[in-house]
């Protein structure tokens, strides 16, 4: 009859992926927060359109006037932001994550702002193309936001790089394959789905339906390798006499394992392609942002001569 120790999985059993299941916690509930704040920013433009479309107030009603002023101040305040970072005498200015910070609250308050200052009616060509311009600035600036966060360590952050990626994601740790020793063939799947992964990181979007059906690919891979390693473990568990409970943990903790690896190795994917992405949006959002200039100044021009 096996002893107490044999029935009650070894510390390591448990400890072993707590590493990876921290790391991917953390991306969780980042992600989370995104998730929520974007709901929030849509929560709050739903809002501002319904109040700007009540009929209280004009664009040119005294109202509708300082609003159109506080929208446009808040969208010129934007500019400290770019400031601070490349100019040199400006790195004094405080640490340049409160700065990117202000960055972001300006680029969410000045839009909405202008929102209710148009109250959604456009009576010139200029006022069209000026909303229209800032419109797009304000959908590529949430997205540079979620790709920039994808490509730095948090918001803040430095910028990661690619290695910096692969050794988070533990896909190279003997640790890992250490613990799935006992089952070969699912180190076999995982292993050739990190391949995969890399190969349609490298890839790019020149198959851009391979790089988004990735995550069902992660969930399919998840499954087969769960039930996998659940018929294993149970083999062990008759041959070593453990416990259910012993081995409800064993398969719980394999289990974290191969789902930390999974994302890993969608993660290092992904940073490839977010990267590539990233800087394409920088191509893309400069141009944007100077329309958006020359835009703004064309309608106030209007506006005050005529």
Known sequence: MPDGTAMTPA???????????????????RSRRERTLLGLVLAMAVAAALVARSGYFTAGSTLGYWLGVAGGVAMLLLFLYPVRKHWRSAARWG??????ALHMVLGIAGPLLIVLHSTLRFGSLNATVAFASMTLV???????????????????GQRATLAEVRAEAGLDSAEVHSKLAFAPGVEQRLERFARRAEEIGRGGLKRPW???????AVWAERRACSS??????RKRAVAEGWSEAALARRVRSRTAIVAAYLR?????????????????????????VYMLVLSAIAHVIAVHMY
């Not at 959908?139 to 730095?152: E, F, K, Q």
Request: glycine fraction near 8%; hydrophobic fraction near 50%; avoid cysteine.
């Open 95 to 100: 640490r340049a994550r409160w700065w990117f």
């Open 138 to 156: 304000a959908v590529s600036g949430i997205v540079g936001r979620y790709l920039y966060s994808r490509i730095h360590h948090g918001l803040y």
């Open 11 to 29: 510390r390591s059993d448990v400890v072993a992926p707590t590493r990876a299941i921290g790391t991917r916690a953390g991306r969780s509930a």
């Open 264 to 288: 890993a190795a969608q993660r290092l994917a992904q940073f490839t392609v977010f990267e590539r992405l990233f800087s394409w949006w920088h191509v893309l959002h400069v141009p944007l």
């Open 210 to 216: 391979r790089f988004f059906l990735l995550g069902f």
């Open 228 to 233: 996998e390693l659940a018929q294993s473990l």
